[in-house]
Every structure is written in structure tokens, then in C-alpha cells.
Nanobody, 119 residues
Framework: QVRLVESGGGSVAAGGSLRRSCVAS????????MGWFRQTPGKDRAVVAI?????YYIDYVKGRFTVSRDIAKNTVYLQMNSLKPEDTAMYYC???????????????WGQGTQVTVSS
């Protein structure tokens, strides 16, 4: 059974920092790609940051967020600095991800954790 267990997140004032972690287990992933997506009410889930052979970030978080991975532990991290109220969303860990003509996708998902940034 595939499990992605997230930790971290929560509420913080604007300008603050949060660190998310996600441990994957239960499956030999065909891809080393892991990352983070986020979703706000009424909108589709969208990629935030990906780590595979390299890293990918959406423009809005470049310079503020850092994605990293410990392959041996099947763990992916997201360090979020200089948080803004616009970063408020449900954040999801993703594994076995990739890119196609539709954009970034993932096969496995964590349970999601709300991140709220107050102004």
C-alpha cells in the first residue's frame, strides 16, 4: 500500500517560514520525481516545486521556497520562506511525478495540509 505521510505546515504570519516534510513508503517508485502541489478553493491543483534530476519551481515561489529530497529515506522537503498571504492553500506532497503536454502530474498524493499565511 502506497503511503505519503506529510508533516509540518500550519499557520504563520506574513514574512514567516514553514517547513514541510513528506515520507513515501509501500512502493518501489518507478520515478524518483517527488514534489509539492497546492490547491485553493475553486481552482485546480497546481505544481509548486518538483525535485527529480534537477529542481523546478513556479515563478511565484522562486527565491522563497526550496525543495529537496533524501532518496535513501524516500522523503521530500519544502522549505517555505518569506511567506505571503497569497501562499495560503492546501499543500499536497506528490510522488512518481512527471511532465507531459498537460503539465506536471503525479501518481501518488499525500493527504494534504492547510498552510495559512495571515497578513
Amino acid at each position: 500500500q502506497v503511503r505519503l505521510v506529510e508533516s509540518g505546515g500550519g499557520s504563520v504570519a506574513a514574512g514567516g517560514s514553514l517547513r514541510r516534510s513528506c515520507v513515501a513508503s509501500g512502493y518501489r517508485f518507478s520515478s524518483n520525481c517527488m514534489g509539492w502541489f497546492r490547491q485553493t478553493p475553486g481552482k485546480d491543483r497546481a505544481v509548486v516545486a518538483i525535485v527529480d534530476s534537477g529542481t523546478y519551481y513556479i515563478d511565484y515561489v522562486k527565491g522563497r521556497f526550496t525543495v529537496s529530497r533524501d532518496i535513501a529515506k524516500n522523503t521530500v522537503y519544502l522549505q517555505m520562506n518569506s511567506l505571503k498571504p497569497e501562499d495560503t492553500a492546501m499543500y499536497y506532497c506528490a510522488a512518481n511525478c512527471g511532465w507531459n503536454e498537460g503539465g506536471w502530474y503525479a501518481v501518488y498524493w499525500g493527504q494534504g495540509t492547510q498552510v495559512t499565511v495571515s497578513s
